[in-house]
């Protein structure tokens, strides 16, 4: 009975981050037609130049900025999987408490330093649910886009 309470704790635990997943997603999705509707108004106002030109040039631009962004999430990601492996100052392949605590604030310095709001409230109740260093690396990792810029429910 106990295990079944602890499994339906971490069934919730983990509907719940797909629930704020969810919500993340539906605010960016109206992020993006805001922004689509921008452009629209931008390219009916202004018609300067060849409408074909403009697009070549945004797809250029996308081009570069996915290399630019891919490039950005693979110097985060082995940034954090270094954080992570130097906080578990026991050498037991898991984090405790006070690694934790070290683990968070290593975390949240050098994510602001690319930009990323680190949530360090969701990211102490995954790390509850998995503490190994694997598990926990795998939830960093969620933290970073991936290389379609989605973002994970650890964002804020």
Known sequence: LKDLR????????????LMMEEQDLKEEVEIFQQDKERLDHIVKEKNLGNVDDLVAQVHENKRVLCQMKENVRQMVLQDVVKLVLQS???????????????????????LQSFGIEFDARKFRQAVGLSPSLIGVIAIVRRLIP???????SLYT
């Open 88 to 110: 578990d100052l026991a050498r037991d392949n898991k984090i405790n408490k006070n690694e934790y605590n070290i683990l968070e604030t290593r975390l949240t310095i050098s």
């Open 6 to 17: 602890h499994e339906a704790n971490r069934f919730q635990s983990e509907v719940d981050l």
């Open 146 to 152: 991936d290389e379609n810029g989605r973002l994970s």
